[in-house]
């Protein structure tokens, strides 16, 4: 492959990772890999500056800019950090450091936090304003959600203004326990706590951030006056005394040698710590010297990283299991001889699907090297000894309820689709308990599992045949948990049919779609008569979700599930409010850039109380495009289609 056509090709690859980190939280490959792809470009780019593109994402910070919050000119410009993986590279770094300089240098090092960068502005010893490093020039604003993490002080002993950088983290307790929150609500778990941080942190609503219980440790602090101390190791106790949580660090370092010294004390303490870290940050101590250190396009002299390689192990295959979920989703599991990984023991692995297993080539028997996705999740990278064992391969019956499983062309996940499937009981009642659905509080797994072990129930239906006489003399079952699990049961009952539908788990109906039927069809008798062309004219229902749809309500199953609800009182109605007349009924509507008067949410709500789709991106189909301040290519997409375009004052003409 030519020079240019690889440039673009790399390019692509990393405009694609990044979008898939900085926008929907999800890390495609590891930071070794993508650091490898983008010094390939960087070299390429070296070597051949002709070719270079205008778009390359080497004329940038990492990009983590979202719709929905205004952006902020940063004023002194977050520049990401050069990265390195060896003792060497590091002894490198800092005998070309100090030939930069004139003057003696000393460094300081810090343990790397594995979260999202933020700057927090002080204005005479009050907080301002907060704002993740977008691309390096300008940021988002997300004061609101910062204000929530309780390592964060409001206020400082300065009268100044000044601005602290540090890093949003998340705990491995708070991330445990967020997954156990999601785990009970019938959602899907997080994937690890950086990529949870990052979403979390662009969350519009600040109370949910809240509850997702985020940490901040500060590591740099930029004064517009003169400077307070002269070191970099000063500047660390300054901020331990204004209250913030700072970055576990060296004392001062003199050589090379003590640098690689203190990334050897951590190697494997690292994992005893409460949060994850994926490295260490050497920067110099004394700060007059920044200035003559200068940077580079993207990264200052005076700092570099050093990154941990993930920790990998050689196990055994013993087994793969396979676990049905509550969508009938068929997951492989491999369980593995127990070994230990990054300060724990692994004994099990998704294999995520049997596509996956198939490029794998996995059997049992065989030794695999596995390491830990983000220090959490244990992934199976490569088989690295057959032992002759039988191949893995896709069943074709459900092995719980022996239906016949099946795969959609465009999709790797395989499923049961009969609904009432044995194996997707315990997921089901759990997403129907969930606060998303029926929001029956008290419910959680274990209560859940209890109740099955017990025989006590087998189904939703009978979670509403409960009586206390069932429940007393349970574990953990005193009178007061009793008489309130029973009166939590008897409130959901008035939820009404689309938190019912959303409940039950239809597949591939999820809560938004669940609402627009029962706006449609209040009443639950209407539906049993819908065809899938008359399910089609509703909004988000496409043909393979009318055939989803048919099949469930056609099925003997559904009908006498819903006859035991309708005979415990439950609401299978909807209250519709009257709807008046709607002026954007039929249109596609698409929001961009900063909103001053209303929120995202409120702008979307009302757009859609006038009968309009609310869509995140432009196209030919778009009816219009309501633009705030600072819109960017969704705007510039709407005038090049001849979209028509409006501004935020066309929300209050509804």
């Known amino acids: 492959m030519n020079p240019l056509d690889r440039m673009i090709e790399l390019s692509s690859l990393i405009h694609g990772f990044d979008r898939a980190y900085y926008r929907d939280g999800k890390s495609p490959v590891s930071d070794r890999e993508y650091d490898a792809f983008y010094k390939e470009l960087k070299d390429l780019e ?7 593109q205008p778009g390359s994402p080497t004329n940038r910070v990492g990009n983590d800019l979202t719709d929905g919050f205004q952006k902020v000119t940063h004023r002194h ?26 003057s003696p240098m000393t460094f300081t090092g810090e343990l790397k936090m594995d979260g ?62 967020l997954n156990a929150r999601l785990e009970e609500e019938g959602k899907p778990p997080m994937q690890n706590p950086r990529n949870t941080t990052a979403g979390a942190v662009k969350l519009l609503s600040p109370a949910e951030v809240s509850r997702r219980n985020l940490s901040f440790c500060a590591y740099y602090l930029l004064e517009d006056e003169q400077p307070t101390v002269t070191t970099h190791h000063e500047v660390l106790s300054l901020l331990a005394q204004y209250g913030f949580m700072v970055v576990e660090h060296s004392p001062v370092l003199s050589t090379a040698q003590e640098v690689v010294d203190f990334v050897n004390l951590w190697e494997s303490t690292r994992h005893d710590l409460p949060y994850p870290v ?113 191949l893995v391969v896709a069943p074709s019956t459900c092995p719980i309820c022996n239906s016949f499983l099946e795969k959609p062309v465009d999709q790797v996940v395989i499923r049961c689709v009969n609904p009432f499937c044995g194996g997707r009981v315990a997921g089901t009642l759990r997403h129907f308990v969930s606060r998303g659905a029926m929001d029956i509080s008290g419910f959680g797994p274990a209560v859940i ?74 009443v639950l008798d209407q539906i049993y008569e819908v065809n899938k062309e ?5 909004d988000s229902v496409g043909e393979e979700i009318a055939d989803s749809l048919v099949k469930f309500f056609a099925a003997d199953e ?20 009257p709807v ?33 789709k609310v869509s995140g991106s432009v196209s030919k189909k778009t009816s219009a495009v309501v633009a705030g301040a600072e819109a960017g290519s969704k705007l510039t997409k709407a005038q090049e289609l001849g979209v028509t375009v409006y501004g935020e004052e066309f929300l209050a003409t509804l």
Request: hydrophobic fraction near 45%; charge should be negative.
């Open 449 to 522: 599992d209890q109740l099955l072990d017990e025989n006590l129930i087998a189904g939703i239906a009978d979670l509403y045949e409960l009586s206390a006489a069932h429940l007393t003399g349970l574990d953990r079952m005193g009178d007061k948990t009793v008489n309130n699990l029973i009166a939590a049961i008897a409130e959901s009952k008035d939820r009404g049919l689309s938190r019912l539908l959303t409940g039950i788990g239809i597949p591939l109906v999820g809560a938004q779609t669940a609402k627009l039927i029962a706006k449609r069809f209040p």
């Open 278 to 390: 994926d490295g260490m940050v050497f920067k110099v101590n004394e700060r007059n010297l920044y200035d003559e250190l200068g940077a580079t396009a993207k990264s200052p002299r005076w700092v570099i990283a050093y990154k941990y390689e993930p920790e990998q192990a050689i196990t055994e295959v013993l087994a793969v299991d396979i676990q049905v979920g509550r969508t009938g989703a068929i997951t492989p599991v491999a369980r593995l001889k127990p070994v230990e990984l990054a300060g724990t023991t692994v004994s099990n692995s998704t294999l995520h699907n049997y596509d996956e297993i198939a490029r794998l080539g996995v059997a049992v028997g065989d030794l695999v090297k596995i390491e830990k996705s983000g220090e959490i999740i244990p992934k199976v990278l490569e088989v690295v000894e057959k032992r002759g064992g039988e």
């Open 77 to 102: 410009r977050m520049m990401s950090i050069d990265n390195t993986y060896s003792a060497e590279e590091i002894a490198s770094w800092v005998a070309k450091t100090k030939e930069l300089a004139e």
């Open 116 to 177: 999202i960068a933020c700057s927090i502005t002080y204005r005479d010893g009050v907080m301002v304003q907060a704002v993740t490093r977008g691309n390096g020039s300008v940021g988002d604003d997300i004061t609101a959600n910062v204000k929530t993490i309780k390592s964060v002080p409001l206020t400082i002993p300065r009268t100044d203004l000044v601005e602290v950088r540090g890093e949003i983290f998340m705990r491995f307790d708070a991330f445990a326990a």
């Open 534 to 538: 008359q399910f089609m004219t509703i």
């Open 558 to 577: 559904t009908r006498n599930l819903f006859g035991r609800l309708a005979l415990a009182g439950v609401k299978l109605t909807e209250d519709v409010e």
């Open 46 to 52: 070296a070597a051949n500056p002709s070719l270079k």
């Open 580 to 612: 008046g007349e709607q002026k954007l009924l039929g249109q596609t509507i698409v929001l961009t850039g900063t909103l001053t008067k209303f929120s995202r949410a409120e702008a979307q709500a009302l757009l859609e109380k006038q009968g309009a």
